[in-house]
């Protein structure tokens, strides 16, 4: 059975339905990679995976257990973590404190007023560690503002880890980066897929193709084919409607 | 790049950098304070007026909690002062002459009513939290007026008097405002390490985090909510406390500190202070705001109007406020430092003398 499953999702925003029965599976430490051009649904398809809107039919199950229609804290504290298009982080914390305050151990003393995060070095020991992962152990006392853009996307892997995620959730990792950094980031993702089951929504075809071991291709809000990167690559309908080639090609 | 699994891997001991209970500012503060009643009549202050700096800096380092740390204005707070008062006031006259069970049930009164407002508005953030602590304010102010039975109305609740505090087997009048001084010192010194405690907690670094990102809050798993309820209703019962306080000193309650404009002063001194950039802001605000109360109003009846223009100027001018002027200058001031530091540095590389010497200043 597949670590997280959606069955028969639908979504519908006024009278536009943006996802229409759409049925994924992510199987336990594989890197799925969702694609498909602009407004196709990929990043509604993930706000509804990851509990940002709730789906208006269908179902979400994580490990046989039907999460559909939690709030993205519970979904959160199952397992889920997620990296958004645009980068969202704790911009006046350091680097450190971002990691700090995602980590399960500070998030469970939530309501605790007294004790300092800071305060214990093993759970210090255990963001820096985090940090080191993602390539940001140096910077770990810089303000997540005043750091680079590609150590900020580092910077929200670096957050979601911090949770030890069952499932992590990307989404377009690679979003205003240049070469260098996209090529930084396909080591650093390569290096989770040991560690990590991923799902990854990404417009640089190249980049996800090196990545994933499955494709699931969204249009007009369905799943329009799935399959390794390698099939999908020989599949004409794919390339016209996805990769941009003529249909004389 | 060597990769490491996170989760089975931590880096070697780094050490704690936790912050330390009790810090050099809140000594300097408490020692100042302290020294208060000795060095206050020389530059022309006066006991009492140092009994309400005090309670306004407790209602402000409260009142902070909510606006600089969590990013919630309350322009209602003043209710949760007032509710204060008045339950201190009840509390003495039909309970309890205890100052300290009377204070106790101010703040629990301040924080129950918090807590209930909080349910309604916690879901809200920016303009329409605002806006909502205004009409919820309002609601408390109109019931204190036309509850005569409880609240006295207009004239509010008298003969309050100030108690003797009993802690076992030691008695202390309050009468003295220098007394009273030390007491509210005493629960400022107590604040001060709650609080300070509490910014650098889970707690509050997940206030500050909800400031600064709600989303992704919800997205780490934070409950927002929850959260924003419970600040709300800490920072109320701060408020009450305060409240009692104040009416502890002024032996009465009154409608006037939940009017809206009551409730627009801590606002003003929490700003003024540098609240939105420091944990020390609203301490400086409560300084200012006093003190430029009772020195404006014995130049001008109008003390408010100028004390507003100092408002509109620092918003203007300065939004960080005090602590935030004071926050860029030691920047700049280290910053200056460090560059003639390595001037002097790579002068000796260079084997030069330094520049006094070459200026013949040495």
Same mark, same amino acid.
């Given at each position: 059975m597949a670590l997280f499953e959606a069955h028969h999702l639908s979504k519908r925003f006024g009278d536009r339905i943006v996802l229409e029965d759409i049925t994924l599976q992510f199987e336990r430490g594989q890197l799925s990679g969702i694609m498909g051009p602009n407004g196709a649904g990929k990043s509604t398809c993930f706000n509804v995976l990851t509990g940002h809107f709730p789906p208006d039919r269908g179902k979400v199950i994580l490990d046989g257990e039907d999460i559909t229609g939690l709030s993205p804290r519970q979904i @959160?504290? %199952?397992?889920?973590?997620? $990296?958004?298009?645009?980068?969202?982080?704790?911009?006046?914390?350091?680097?450190?404190?971002?990691?700090?305050?995602?980590?399960?151990?500070?998030? $469970?003393?939530?309501?605790?007023?007294?004790?300092?995060?800071?305060?214990?070095?093993?759970?210090?020991?255990?963001?820096?560690?985090?940090?080191?992962?993602?390539?940001?152990?140096?910077?770990?006392?810089?303000?997540?503002?005043?750091?680079?853009?590609?150590?900020?996307?580092?910077?929200?892997?670096?957050?979601?880890?911090?949770?030890?995620?069952?499932?992590?959730?990307?989404?377009?990792?690679?979003?205003?980066?240049?070469?260098?950094?996209?090529?930084?980031?396909?080591?650093?993702?390569?290096?989770? %897929?040991?560690?990590?089951?991923?799902?990854?929504?990404?417009?640089?075809?190249?980049?996800?193709?090196?990545?994933?071991? %499955?494709?699931?291709?969204?249009?007009?809000?369905?799943?329009?084919?799935?399959?390794?990167?390698?099939?999908?690559?020989?599949?004409?309908?794919?390339?016209?409607?996805?990769?941009?080639?003529?249909?004389? @090609? | 790049m060597a990769l490491t699994n996170p989760v089975t891997t931590a880096r070697a001991n780094p050490g704690s950098r936790g912050q330390a209970w009790v810090t050099k500012p809140m000594l300097v503060t408490l020692v100042l304070l302290g020294t208060f009643p000795y060095w206050g009549p020389r530059v022309g202050l006066y006991s009492y007026l140092g009994v309400e700096v005090v309670i306004w800096m407790i209602y402000g380092l409260g009142f902070n909690l909510l606006l600089g740390y969590t990013g919630l204005p309350s322009f209602g707070h003043g209710a949760f002062f007032g509710v204060g008062a008045y339950a201190y006031g009840l509390c003495y006259l039909g309970v309890t002459p205890s100052p300290l069970l009377a204070l106790l049930s101010a703040g629990l009164a301040g924080g129950l009513a918090a807590g209930m407002v909080g349910c309604f508005i916690a879901h809200r953030r920016g303009i329409y939290f605002a806006l909502m602590t205004i009409a919820c304010g309002q609601v408390f102010w109109f019931v204190s007026m036309k509850w005569r039975s409880v609240t006295g109305g207009e004239d509010g609740l008298l003969n309050v008097h100030r108690a003797v505090l009993g802690i076992g087997p030691i008695k202390a009048s309050l009468r003295d405002n220098t007394a009273l001084f030390y007491f509210v010192v005493a629960l400022l010194a107590v604040?001060?390490?709650?609080?300070?405690?509490?910014?650098?907690?889970?707690?509050?670094?997940?206030?500050?985090?909800?400031?600064?990102?709600?989303?992704?809050?919800?997205?780490?798993?934070?409950?927002?909510?929850?959260?924003?309820?419970?600040?709300?209703?800490?920072? +109320?019962?701060?408020?009450?406390?305060?409240?009692?306080?104040?009416?502890?000193?002024?032996?009465?309650?009154?409608?006037?500190?939940?009017?809206?404009?009551?409730?627009?002063?801590?606002?003003?001194?929490?700003?003024?202070?540098? +609240?939105?950039?420091?944990?020390? +802001?609203?301490?400086?605000?409560?300084?200012?705001?006093?003190?430029?109360?009772?020195?404006?109003?014995?130049?001008?009846?109008?003390?408010?109007?100028?004390?507003?223009?100092?408002?509109?100027?620092?918003?203007?001018?300065?939004?960080?406020?005090?602590?935030?002027?004071?926050?860029?200058?030691?920047?700049?001031? =280290?910053? =200056?430092?460090?560059?003639?530091?390595?001037?002097?540095?790579?002068? +000796?590389?260079?084997?030069?003398?330094?520049?006094?010497?070459?200026?013949?200043?040495?």
């Amino acid at each position: 059975m597949a670590l997280f499953e959606a069955h028969h999702l639908s979504k519908r925003f006024g009278d536009r339905i943006v996802l229409e029965d759409i049925t994924l599976q992510f199987e336990r430490g594989q890197l799925s990679g969702i694609m498909g051009p602009n407004g196709a649904g990929k990043s509604t398809c993930f706000n509804v995976l990851t509990g940002h809107f709730p789906p208006d039919r269908g179902k979400v199950i994580l490990d046989g257990e039907d999460i559909t229609g939690l709030s993205p804290r519970q979904i @959160a504290q %199952k397992g889920i973590a997620r $990296s958004f298009q645009t980068i969202n982080l704790f911009d006046e914390f350091t680097a450190l404190e971002n990691v700090l305050l995602a980590l399960p151990r500070v998030r $469970s003393l939530g309501f605790n007023m007294i004790r300092d995060v800071a305060g214990d070095p093993s759970t210090v020991a255990r963001a820096l560690a985090v940090l080191e992962q993602v390539g940001l152990g140096a910077r770990a006392d810089l303000r997540a503002s005043s750091l680079s853009y590609g150590d900020r996307r580092a910077l929200e892997i670096a957050v979601a880890l911090a949770a030890h995620p069952r499932v992590l959730f990307l989404d377009e990792p690679t979003q205003g980066m240049g070469a260098d950094g996209r090529n930084r980031l396909r080591e650093l993702i390569s290096q989770l %897929k040991l560690y990590f089951t991923i799902v990854m929504i990404e417009h640089d075809m190249e980049f996800l193709f090196s990545l994933a071991d %499955k494709v699931s291709v969204i249009h007009w809000g369905q799943v329009i084919a799935q399959g390794t990167p390698e099939e999908l690559q020989r599949d004409s309908w794919v390339r016209r409607s996805t990769l941009g080639v003529s249909q004389h @090609a | 790049m060597a990769l490491t699994n996170p989760v089975t891997t931590a880096r070697a001991n780094p050490g704690s950098r936790g912050q330390a209970w009790v810090t050099k500012p809140m000594l300097v503060t408490l020692v100042l304070l302290g020294t208060f009643p000795y060095w206050g009549p020389r530059v022309g202050l006066y006991s009492y007026l140092g009994v309400e700096v005090v309670i306004w800096m407790i209602y402000g380092l409260g009142f902070n909690l909510l606006l600089g740390y969590t990013g919630l204005p309350s322009f209602g707070h003043g209710a949760f002062f007032g509710v204060g008062a008045y339950a201190y006031g009840l509390c003495y006259l039909g309970v309890t002459p205890s100052p300290l069970l009377a204070l106790l049930s101010a703040g629990l009164a301040g924080g129950l009513a918090a807590g209930m407002v909080g349910c309604f508005i916690a879901h809200r953030r920016g303009i329409y939290f605002a806006l909502m602590t205004i009409a919820c304010g309002q609601v408390f102010w109109f019931v204190s007026m036309k509850w005569r039975s409880v609240t006295g109305g207009e004239d509010g609740l008298l003969n309050v008097h100030r108690a003797v505090l009993g802690i076992g087997p030691i008695k202390a009048s309050l009468r003295d405002n220098t007394a009273l001084f030390y007491f509210v010192v005493a629960l400022l010194a107590v604040s001060l390490v709650f609080l300070w405690r509490l910014v650098h907690s889970p707690f509050g670094k997940a206030l500050q985090a909800i400031r600064m990102n709600e989303t992704r809050a919800k997205f780490v798993g934070y409950n927002v909510w929850l959260t924003k309820w419970a600040v709300f209703a800490i920072s +109320g019962a701060f408020a009450g406390i305060s409240g009692g306080l104040l009416a502890m000193a002024q032996e009465s309650a009154y409608p006037e500190v939940m009017s809206v404009h009551g409730s627009g002063f801590i606002v003003m001194a929490t700003l003024i202070g540098g +609240g939105m950039v420091s944990f020390w +802001g609203p301490v400086i605000g409560a300084l200012v705001f006093i003190v430029a109360r009772d020195l404006l109003g014995t130049l001008t009846e109008t003390w408010l109007l100028w004390y507003g223009l100092l408002f509109m100027a620092v918003v203007l001018f300065q939004p960080e406020g005090i602590a935030g002027a004071w926050q860029s200058a030691a920047k700049f001031f =280290r910053r =200056r430092a460090k560059n003639s530091a390595n001037e002097s540095a790579a002068a +000796g590389v260079r084997g030069e003398l330094p520049r006094e010497a070459r200026d013949g200043s040495v």
